[in-house]
Nanobody, 121 residues
Framework: VRLVESGGGSVQAGGSLRLSCVAS????????IGWFRQGAGAQRVWISF???????AYAESVRGRTTISQDNTKNTLYLQIDSLQSEDSGIYYC???????????WGSGNWGQGTQVTVSS
């Protein structure tokens, strides 16, 4: 499974971005696909994911202003983030992982190279 992210950039606080992740390979073997963020000097944290059953989940820090979606015809995962805050800055990684019933084993997953998001106030 290969994952390639795009859509990052620099944006003013309060703005919006849509990140994309194009997946190739045996993606159907992955129960979960989602987004993580790693800020400067920080650990990588989970942002949102979607499962093969179309169950979605969001971290508390982004809930209500973020939408995860996918276009299966294009093998592409999206993350729309609105009302961006400086805390949203970081490298955003797309990941695909095995799992079952909404439980994802990210440690056994595939990861993209990331796309940088910088939010300035």
């Amino acid at each position: 499974v290969r994952l390639v992210e795009s859509g990052g950039g620099s944006v003013q606080a309060g703005g919006s971005l849509r990140l994309s992740c194009v997946a190739s390979g045996y993606i159907s073997s992955r129960h979960c696909i989602g987004w993580f963020r790693q800020g400067a000097g920080a650990q990588r944290v989970w942002i949102s994911f979607i499962t093969t059953a179309n169950h979605t989940a969001y971290a508390e820090s982004v809930r209500g202003r973020t939408t995860i979606s996918q276009d299966n015809t294009k093998n592409t995962l999206y993350l729309q983030i609105d009302s961006l805050q400086s805390e949203d800055s970081g490298i955003y990684y797309c990941a695909a992982a095995p799992g079952t019933n909404g439980a994802c084993t990210w440690g056994s997953g595939n990861w993209g190279q990331g796309t940088q998001v910088t939010v300035s106030s």
